[in-house]
């Protein structure tokens, strides 16, 4: 009988344990983005509490308080390159990305601390960078809090930190020239240098348009039907002022993309040659 009832116990034990595992859908869902940036990665991970007919800034959530930007979990921020952030040097690495919201300016902060949740678990001397922005107001309102990326260039865009009808934007730049630049004197001393995307980098970065239109035309040596390269043959002739010349790639791009059904570059090189008339 003893045997029984101890049976009965560690089954009841059991069954409480699995009950207590019920899950049901989290208020303030966990969000993750990895947005690709410069030469690696920005990696973000938040949760996203709603506004449920709330006051939000001023009330929910306290001016002159440290929040931890979200809810649930600690706000974590990862650069796999140095960037500046909103102007000041932060070297690559995680951080936690908290915020002292206002009601004409924000400071936002990064700190070596990855776990605050609150602000009694805040401790200024980890910080990394302190930067103040003034708020924007929205035409309308944002029901669940958002952090975003947008405007994003090969080296630069703006975290955006969006709720209710407030937006606080910090501009994000790297500066990875050096590490390119490099890359491409390395890959000089090889026999498989990357030509278009060498010549892509130097139009797209203001530099030697000459060399870029050397290795263009390498490009169109090795790929005698890659439309695309002959199209940006073109633009790099018509920066350098050579138009006859680029009316003549345009025309090469435009008949090689029609060959190919590709309309997109068919329409890239009638702008394309409207504009050298």
């Known amino acids: 009988m003893k045997k029984i009832i101890l049976t009965l116990s560690v089954a009841f034990c059991l069954l409480q344990g699995v009950q207590a595992q019920l899950k049901t859908p989290q208020p303030s869902p966990a969000a993750y983005i990895k947005q690709e940036f410069a030469l690696s990665n920005v990696e973000l991970s938040y949760s996203r509490p709603a506004i449920r007919n709330r006051a939000v800034f001023g009330d929910l959530v306290p001016y002159g308080k440290v929040w931890r930007t979200g809810a649930n979990a600690a706000t974590t921020i990862t650069f796999g390159d140095d960037v500046e952030f909103g102007g000041k040097p932060v070297p690559a690495g995680k951080y936690g990305l908290l915020t002292i919201p206002g009601a004409s300016e924000w400071v936002v902060i990064l700190t070596k601390q990855l776990d605050v949740t609150s602000p009694a678990a805040y401790k200024q001397d980890q910080d990394v960078v302190r930067v103040t922005v003034r708020p924007e107001s929205l035409p309308f309102s944002l029901e669940s809090f958002m952090i975003g990326f947008d405007n994003i260039q090969p080296t630069s865009m703006n975290m955006d930190i969006v709720w209710d009808r407030t937006v606080v934007t910090v501009p994000i730049k790297a500066n990875i020239d050096g590490k390119v630049m490099a890359q491409i004197q390395e890959l000089e001393k090889g026999d498989k240098f990357p030509y ?17 239109l050397t290795w263009l035309t390498k490009a169109t040596e090795q790929n005698p039907n890659a439309f695309w390269v002959h199209h940006q043959r073109a633009n790099c002739l018509a920066k350098l002022g050579k138009k006859a010349e680029a009316i003549a790639a345009a025309n090469k791009s435009m008949e090689l993309a029609k060959n190919a059904k590709n309309d997109d570059y068919v329409v890239l090189n009638q702008k394309l040659l409207a504009s050298l008339k």
């Open 196 to 212: 278009f995307q060498a010549a892509m980098y130097y139009m797209e970065n203001g530099k030697d348009m000459n060399k870029a």
